[in-house]
């Protein structure tokens, strides 16, 4: 079993940065591939990106390619989201999820999931 909780959202404005942490307990983090969702009120669920296990790989939607950058502490247990140059439509509650699945940008694939840190871009 793997727990994980998210922080570091809130209140910014457009064009600021955010960092979102993902601290994990219980089972250790390190065999999992980490992942980022979203959703946004009244939206589906939306992937954001994933970092392999060992850090040697990402994957970012192309929404958010090029203004986020996913890291992990495996010593720490902790996984961050380093989110640049906010967009009001980035506005959701962030998710991060744990899965040794192949394929990352399918929620469905995830075995465990935290509770959402909510993220609000103003204009």
């Known amino acids: 079993q793997v727990q994980l909780v998210e922080s570091g959202g809130g209140l910014v404005q457009a064009g600021d940065s955010l960092r979102l942490s993902c601290a994990a307990s219980g089972d250790t983090v390190r065999r999992y591939a980490m992942g980022w969702f979203r959703q946004a009120p009244g939206k589906e669920r939306q992937f954001v990106g994933a970092?392999?296990?060992?850090?040697?790989?990402?994957l970012y939607a192309d929404s958010v390619k090029g203004r986020i950058t996913m890291s992990r502490d495996n010593a720490k247990n902790t996984v961050y989201l380093q989110m640049n140059t906010l967009k009001p439509e980035d506005t959701a509650v962030y998710y991060c999820?744990?899965?040794?699945?192949?394929?990352?940008?399918?929620?469905?694939?995830?075995?465990?999931w935290g509770q959402g840190t909510p993220v609000t871009v103003s204009s």
């Open positions: 999820a744990a899965t040794e699945a192949v394929n990352w940008s399918s929620g469905d694939n995830y075995n465990y």
């Open positions: 970092i392999s296990s060992r850090s040697d790989n990402t």
